[in-house]
């Protein structure tokens, strides 16, 4: 039998033109161009439309795809009264499962795999999932639910949905790069479940639901809610450097450190959102959190050579955004499924049934 790759590491499993992880020139290539360089320029929606439609916008582009993404924020009402339905019960993260599954009831054209189809399916789902995770926090923690408003922009309107606030420039601003930075990351766990799903021709709702499913996981992105449930038990950074000396002295995975691409350098990702807690840090004249993050960097990078991942930074930068911890995760789940609906779609249209093999060591026969 072939050679057997534990997690695959190292295994190329398909071609793609969406993004590549070019660890020689250390780059996200995302179409071509690369991801740290765009944050400095570019929004949110401009990636959605370079994910979707294969360049970056034009000005005028630019407002189409907020106007689209306007359009197509009429939720059916039947997916938030599911939610209510289980009396606040749902993890977020659950509730944008249950609700992609919602959404695939409501697409009278289900069968239809066309480019043009999946196309309109990714705006839509990408307009009603800010809806849907915001709404679902409310619902379990008892709070009136609460929709778009016309005049905000897209990331505007989610973090208003989230904290009930309208944000400011400057936190609209930090969202926002969070979510480009979150959007594509070429074959994470959850992108692979999308395309292993999509490729036995199953609908984009489908292959969505299990790429939540996999987000979930603390090995993924459920790490970011982890990193701050991790920093929120103590509150200096001689404790913190402690508590992780502590938690690798019993062989504890610390959260947020560590990457099978990112090997012995920090997540490029991590560095720009550590300029953004920087920068609210200094809003808040309280720069506690950043010390006892770089705290925690010191005594990884001492004891482990380990480095931070993305969710690191990305965590202690929501807190102070004042998002709710339980968020974390679906906001990254938000903001990737441009991505992974760019790959389910490049699956659909380059399709060949993943069926890998195994290596048998049960009893002898
Ligand atoms: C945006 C994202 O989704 S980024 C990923 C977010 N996930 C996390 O932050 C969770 C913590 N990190 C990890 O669990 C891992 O580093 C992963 C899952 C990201 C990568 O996993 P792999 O490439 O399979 O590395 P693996 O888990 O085999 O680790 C290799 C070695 O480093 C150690 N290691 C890796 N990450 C960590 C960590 N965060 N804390 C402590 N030790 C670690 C392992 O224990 C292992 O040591 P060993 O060889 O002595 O057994
Ligand atoms: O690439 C990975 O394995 C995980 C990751 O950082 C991401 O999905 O953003």
């Not at 993004?19 to 320029?41: C, N």
């Not at 977020?92 to 697409?107: F, H, I, K, N």
């Not at 560095?271 to 990884?300: N, P, Q």
Request: aromatic share 8%; charged share 25%; proline share 4%.
């Amino acid at each position: 039998m072939e050679q057997f790759k534990p997690g695959l590491e190292g295994v190329v499993v398909s071609e793609t033109e969406i993004s590549v992880l070019d660890t020689e020139v250390e780059k996200i290539v995302i179409r071509g161009y690369d991801l740290i360089e765009l944050a400095k320029t570019n929004s949110y929606v401009d990636i959605v439309h370079l994910l979707l439609e294969g360049e970056l916008p034009t000005d005028e582009q630019r407002q189409e795809v907020e106007k689209k993404l306007h359009k197509y924020q009429a939720l059916p009402t039947t997916v938030l009264d599911i939610l209510k339905l289980q009396n606040g019960r749902f993890h977020p993260m659950d509730a944008q499962r249950t609700g992609v599954s919602v959404l695939a009831g409501y697409d009278d054209d289900l069968e239809d795999r066309s480019h043009a189809m999946n196309i309109k399916r990714s705006y839509m789902l990408l307009a009603q999932l800010p809806i849907i995770t915001a709404n679902s926090y409310r619902i379990l923690v008892d709070e009136p639910t609460l929709m778009p408003k016309d005049d905000l922009s897209y990331s505007a309107n989610f973090l208003y949905m989230i904290t009930g606030e309208v944000p400011t420039e400057q936190e609209v601003k930090i969202f926002d790069k969070s979510l480009l930075l979150y959007s594509e990351h070429e074959m994470p766990n959850s992108t692979f479940t999308a395309r292993v799903i999509a490729s036995t021709n199953a609908d984009l709702y489908g292959a969505l639901t299990g790429a939540v499913s996999s987000l979930k996981g603390n090995l993924h992105g459920g790490a970011n809610e982890a990193v701050m449930h991790m920093l929120n038990e103590v509150s200096t950074p001689e404790a913190f450097e402690e508590l992780i000396r502590e938690k690798l002295k019993n062989k504890e995975k610390i959260m947020g450190f560590g990457h099978r691409v990112y090997m012995d350098r920090m997540d490029p990702r991590a560095s720009v959102m550590k300029e953004h807690l920087r920068e609210l840090s200094e809003r808040d004249g309280d720069d506690t959190l950043l010390r006892m993050c770089e705290a925690g960097e010191r005594v990884m990078k001492e004891e482990k050579g380990l480095f931070p991942n993305l969710d690191y930074y990305a965590a202690p930068v929501y807190w102070k955004l004042n998002i709710p911890i339980i968020l974390y995760t679906p906001i990254f789940f938000v903001a990737r499924t441009a991505g992974l609906t760019a790959h389910i779609i490049e699956q659909h249209e380059n399709n060949r049934i993943f069926r890998p093999r195994v290596k048998y060591i049960g009893r002898d026969y």
